[in-house]
């Protein structure tokens, strides 16, 4: 394979102009745009080659990252912020909510004990594992952030692709998803997966509780997102979803009822 093959294999295009980095489990995504290129999400530490190969793959480089806007600040999601930040002046965005976590990755809300919880499931371990190995406990925070509007309800981002913020909490309190109108494209981060790194399990789904602050929020607020009316729904863990929001909520709340 030649080291643009390789390149291209980095990433895989999930729709137009929208193309998915998957590593330990973990998914992120950049999104090209007339305007310039962004980042929903940043994965996990040992992702940095990686996204420079999809990069240099699409024919841009780190240089063009216009901003990196986070679903929500877990530290599986932050772990290229830091280093974008201070070395290539890459704007973090994030919703108030989650600022805290933003700056402090390993301290926030969560239901039920990760520990406690991975012994009583260990199907989820392989994952988790790979996840460390992948630079988990090792996420630096970001000092300066770039804060969502107070007024979410539709309200466009200023940065290039203009995503649309759907504030969605309950896995944790700033969780937004991020609807891209004219592409018809969903990222709903972790409000809904499509795996769930503690147990393994796949289909659409809300995370265990031992990563998501209130699951009843959670899936109350799926409403927020089922709004969109998306096509296609891209998860923050788990493969894309093509049978639209609708159809992924649905399946949500009726696995979270058996």
Request: proline share 6%; glycine share 10%.
């Amino acid at each position: 394979m030649t080291q643009a093959e390789q390149r291209r294999a980095a990433f895989t295009t999930v729709a137009d102009g929208v193309h998915r980095i998957s590593e330990a489990y973990v998914n992120f995504y950049l999104v090209e745009s007339p305007d310039g290129l962004i980042l929903v999400d940043s994965g996990l530490p040992a992702s940095w080659k990686t996204l420079d190969d999809s990069i240099r793959g699409l024919g841009h480089s780190v240089d063009d990252i216009a901003a990196l806007v986070l679903t929500h600040a877990h530290f599986d999601h932050l772990g290229l912020a830091h280093r974008l930040h201070t070395e290539f002046g890459v704007p973090v965005w994030v919703h108030g909510g989650d600022s805290y976590i933003a700056r402090h990755p390993y301290r926030y809300r969560h239901e039920k004990s990760r520990f406690v919880f991975a012994l009583a499931h260990p199907g989820g371990l392989p994952v988790l594992a790979s996840m460390t190995k992948a630079g988990a406990l090792r996420v630096r925070g970001v000092d300066e952030l770039k804060l969502f509007p107070a007024e979410t309800g539709s309200t466009a981002l200023p940065v290039p692709g203009s995503p649309e913020v759907v504030f969605s909490p309950g896995h944790t309190a700033g969780h937004c998803g991020l609807y891209l109108r004219d592409r018809d494209v969903l990222f709903s981060g972790d409000a809904l997966v499509t795996l769930d790194p503690y147990t393994r399990r796949t289909g659409p789904r809300i995370v265990a509780g031992a990563a998501t602050m209130d699951s009843r929020q959670n899936l109350d607020t799926l409403t927020q997102l089922e709004q969109t009316g998306a096509s296609l729904v891209l998860p923050g863990h788990g493969e894309p979803w093509t049978g639209g929001i609708e159809e992924a909520v649905a399946a949500a709340r009726h696995q979270a009822e058996s």
